[in-house]
């Protein structure tokens, strides 16, 4: 059974209501759903400072010491009573957005969530993301959850510049051999993320993320998220601009997608020529669990030119085209105005935001887009620089 280090034995202390009233609301709310998942969020504050955070968003990059919202119980019972939470079905994440799950003092939180939930008998897929040390007495009481489907994702990106990322990427590749090594019950990928061309994109760093590869049931691969926000520290901070403009979804230039493709081609392996690697996040963790994509990123079918071939099929037999009558009904209740339609791709709705949009994508296991933000032929969900859309908006 797990035992904590003594430094991380004594429960983080939990932030007065004072405090929590000085966070930015989207912050405070320890729930948000994501493409990836309904998140739960109840901790904040991380030490790491990797220069592309997230939290420069919500504008707490500079709470180095993690300090939790609410107890654990408090924070399962957020999740399971949450209205878009469906028992065996939502995938979660956990602890995803403003601190690193695996931080000694964190992790025995995580721990005690991910037990709460198992002993409840969830099966629903739990994904965990870190660049921090993982070592086998963790890997352990990883393998020692029953129900939930739990996926371990390692970021690593081989950057090297230590203004923006100062936590050696050698940690993260470690934690991902080690888990690969122990794992019984759960599963890891290889985060291979943020790709930023010209920083992290060359033979050396491509050989370096396929030989790690081989230690993960899965890799996907990503870019960057370049808000505004993000943009801002590297300028005040001399860090070298990677992209001009600012994007409200990952950038991936098709040049960098397109060498990294190149790199990993191997002709002779006939089943799976790339190999296990993935555009999407879900695509990674449904093949590493040897299930169909809960996204349904099946009917956007130029991501599954790299899939292997026995996954394509898995996914085929998953992925059923809603009714639209079904579907009508149930965005309408959810908000939705104006015409809702279901073609071979995705399911187009109006006046819907992201959670409720999320809710319909992982309950029909069937894309779900908004008319007003279309998704671009061979660039899906991915923002448009460093791209030429070949056939223009797809969801129009
Ligand atoms: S077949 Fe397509 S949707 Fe399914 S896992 Fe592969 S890439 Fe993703």
Request: aromatic fraction near 10%.
């Amino acid at each position: 059974m797990y035992t904590p280090a003594p430094h991380a034995r004594r429960p983080l202390p939990l932030l007065t209501g004072e405090q929590i009233a000085g966070l930015r609301p989207s912050l405070a709310d320890v729930i948000e759903y994501r493409k990836s998942g309904l998140s739960l969020n109840w901790i904040v504050g991380c030490p790491l400072d990797c220069g592309y955070c997230v939290r420069h968003l919500f504008d707490n990059f500079e709470m180095k010491v993690p300090r939790r919202l609410m107890s654990d119980e408090d924070a399962v019972t957020a999740l399971t009573g949450h209205r878009y939470f469906r028992p065996h079905k939502t995938p979660i994440q956990l602890l995803n957005r403003a601190t690193d799950p695996m931080l000694p003092v964190v992790k025995p939180h995580l721990f005690a969530v991910l037990r709460a939930l198992d002993d409840q008998g969830l099966t629903n897929h739990v994904l965990i993301i870190t660049r921090w040390r993982v070592d086998a007495e963790d890997c352990a009481v990883l393998n020692s959850f029953r129900n939930l489907r739990l996926t371990v994702l390692v970021t690593h990106s081989g950057i090297d510049h230590p203004a923006i990322e100062p936590v050696d990427s050698e940690i993260a590749a470690g934690s991902l051999r080690t888990l690969y090594e122990h794992a019984e019950r759960y599963r890891t990928v290889l985060y291979w993320r943020p790709i930023v061309p010209g920083l992290n994109d060359s033979q050396a760093h491509l050989q370096r993320a396929r030989e790690l590869s081989a230690h993960a049931h899965a890799t996907v691969f990503t870019g960057l998220f370049f808000r505004q926000e993000i943009a801002d520290y590297y300028a005040a901070h001399g860090l070298p601009v990677p992209y001009e403009d600012t994007a409200r979804r990952k950038i991936m230039p098709e040049v960098a997608e397109r060498r990294i493709l190149y790199y990993f081609h191997r002709p002779q392996h006939a089943e799976a020529p790339w190999g296990a690697l993935f555009r999407k996040t879900s695509c990674a963790v449904a093949y590493a669990h040897a299930e169909a994509d809960y996204n349904g990123h099946f009917g956007i079918q130029e991501l599954c030119d790299i899939c292997p071939p026995a996954q394509v099929e898995r996914c085929r037999g998953a992925w059923v085209r809603p009714d639209l009558e079904e579907v009508t009904a149930a965005a309408r209740e959810l908000g939705a105005t104006g015409r809702v339609e279901v073609d071979e791709r995705a399911i187009i709705v109006e006046g819907l935001d992201e959670p409720p949009r999320y809710y319909l994508q992982h309950g029909y296991g069937f894309q779900c887009h908004d008319r007003s933000k279309p998704h671009h032929y061979r660039q899906h969900g991915r923002a448009p620089i460093g791209w030429e859309a070949e056939n223009g908006p797809t969801a129009s």
